[in-house]
């Protein structure tokens, strides 16, 4: 089989039509560079060139052969090149999961990061639970999530990316949705509760169950929902009422109207960045510097 040398010796004898000229260009001496044409035309079974002692001329194989060598150089190069860039992390893909509820503000500002800082490397998106998304992150499914914290496995790191506070999600024309002021949780007790699933949203359950249990409140849970969008669709049909991430406010539901809530930690939804211990990504390392 022919060697990327010999592509690129025929090439340039190719373009100079003059073997000497070619060896120059080379920075080599001619006999060696008339022995690897030879050596490429034995390979192919073909003659390339016809050699006067005053002229050198393509035959028509080798016309037909120098568009395939030129695209065969070109290709090499640009393995070359790609091979660099993802050693560098300029390049190469990493693949993200997020939370449903991230995907408001969060999700849309780490790719923004991640545009402008590695323009060239592919972001996968993968919209899993927080449980989900550290399964995949220690199996190697996810090289980077944004997970609802603490991520009790070893193997993965954490650091904090976000914070926002909590908003009551009242229908419109309920007594809450006209009130001046912060709602205090007081005003939920008793209330129908629209709440987050103990399985598929255990992070926010866990948060609003601390909550009321702090402040004393108990709640008519009216129906258990994992998604803030199926949440506020029943807000939105009086079904009860709930509280949410500020984010979800842009969702921008008829008939739902957001109101602050008076609380002890004015911001107590937090979202972290999580990946696994020793991902030898080096797309991933860049990406965590920029953010």
């Known amino acids: 089989m022919f060697t990327l040398t010999q592509l690129a010796n025929f090439v340039a004898v190719a373009e100079e039509l003059h073997f000497g000229r070619a060896a120059r260009r080379l920075r080599m001496t001619q006999p060696p560079l008339s022995r690897q044409i030879q050596l490429l035309e034995n390979e192919l079974k073909v003659r390339l060139f016809d050699r006067t002692n005053r002229s050198v001329r393509l035959t028509p194989a080798g016309r037909a052969f120098l568009v395939e060598a030129r695209r065969l150089l070109q290709q090499a190069d640009h393995a070359a090149m790609s091979v660099r860039q993802v050693s560098a992390g300029e390049a190469g893909t990493i693949t993200l999961g997020f939370t449903a509820a991230s995907a408001?503000?969060?999700?849309?500002?780490?790719?923004?990061?991640?545009?402008?800082?590695?323009?060239?490397?592919?972001?996968?998106?993968?919209?899993?639970?927080?449980?989900?998304?550290?399964?995949?992150?220690?199996?190697?499914?996810?090289?980077?999530?944004?997970?609802?914290?603490?991520?009790?496995?070893?193997?993965?790191?954490?650091?904090?990316?976000?914070?926002?506070?909590?908003?009551?999600?009242?229908?419109?024309?309920?007594?809450?949705?006209?009130?001046d002021g912060p709602v205090p949780l007081a005003d939920f007790d008793g209330r129908r509760f629209l709440m987050y699933s103990p399985v598929e949203a255990r992070y926010f359950h866990e948060l609003l169950v601390s909550l009321f249990r702090q402040a004393r409140v108990s709640p008519v849970y009216a129906q258990y929902l994992s998604q803030v969008h199926s949440i506020l669709a029943l807000v939105g049909c009086g079904w009860g009422l709930a509280l949410v991430p500020a984010a979800a406010s842009r969702l921008r539901y008829a008939g739902v109207v957001?109101?602050?809530?008076?609380?002890?930690?004015?911001?107590?939804?937090?979202?972290?960045?999580?990946?696994?211990?020793?991902?030898?990504?080096?797309?991933?390392?860049?990406?965590?510097?920029?953010?």
């Open 104 to 179: 408001h503000a969060t999700l849309g500002r780490v790719l923004e990061a991640a545009r402008t800082a590695l323009p060239d490397v592919e972001i996968v998106l993968r919209e899993m639970v927080t449980r989900d998304q550290v399964r995949a992150l220690a199996e190697g499914g996810l090289d980077l999530g944004l997970v609802r914290p603490p991520v009790s496995d070893p193997d993965l790191a954490e650091r904090p990316a976000d914070r926002e506070p909590l908003l009551a999600a009242v229908p419109r024309g309920h007594p809450l949705a006209e009130r």
């Open 258 to 291: 957001f109101r602050p809530v008076d609380l002890p930690d004015p911001a107590p939804v937090e979202l972290s960045l999580a990946w696994r211990r020793g991902n030898d990504n080096p797309a991933l390392t860049l990406l965590l510097r920029h953010l």
